[in-house]
């Protein structure tokens, strides 16, 4: 089966909005019919690209780490149609998680653009309601163009960069009603191009 995956770069384990965000994102993939996986980069430990070179041989890492053993096999999977990439926002761009797995994900770009054409979305929450959420959205944007992705936006009528919501709402980010219709709209968006 077709499968979208959501790539959460939160460092919280628990009571993540980004997670939570992400998962409204992945459901409407999942009511169109495509299976759906969110890795959660906090749960794996791996460290940055050493650039030794490894990679550029074959699609394999020198480094003995979670991203290797675990996180390659995922991404390679050739049913993998999309990426949702999510984050929140740290210091107007994105965390150093997200960072850290974008620089090792150099291995699906040398071992035959591996992400190429694969439909691309791009979801942050930032603490203020214009806390650097577009700013963030670009890193995303500039790494999937890199790798040769189909980079979507969410969806009419919200239709912007991605999916934009606030967590520091007085209400916490339930109360974030058009940052959520983003996240929403960036499934729809999505699904119907990842199904194309």
Not at 128 to 155: C, F, W, Y
Not at 158 to 172: E, K, V
């Amino acid at each position: 089966m077709t499968k979208i995956l959501g790539i959460c770069g939160s460092p919280n384990k628990e009571n993540s909005t980004t997670l939570s965000s992400l998962r409204k994102t992945l459901d409407v993939c999942a009511r169109e019919g495509f299976d759906t996986e969110i890795i959660e980069l906090s749960r794996y430990s791996f460290g940055g690209c050493i650039d030794c070179g490894a990679c550029k041989k074959k699609l394999t890492c020198s480094q003995k780490d979670d991203f290797k053993t675990h996180l390659i096999p995922k991404l390679s999977d050739e049913n993998v149609s999309g990426i949702v990439f999510a984050s929140p926002v740290y210091f107007g761009g994105i965390t150093g998680q997200m960072k850290t797995f974008i620089d090792r994900a150099v291995i699906f770009r040398r071992n035959g653009f591996l992400f190429a054409n694969k439909v691309a979305g791009a979801l942050t929450v930032g603490r203020s309601r214009n806390g650097g959420q577009e700013l963030a959205t670009l890193d995303i944007v500039k790494a999937a163009l890199i790798h040769g992705m189909v980079i979507v936006p969410d969806a009419a009528p919200t239709s912007h960069f991605g999916a934009n919501l606030w967590s520091g709402h007085p209400d916490g980010i339930d109360g974030d009603t058009i940052g959520l219709d983003t996240a929403v709209n960036l499934g729809v968006n999505m699904a119907r191009h990842a199904r194309k």
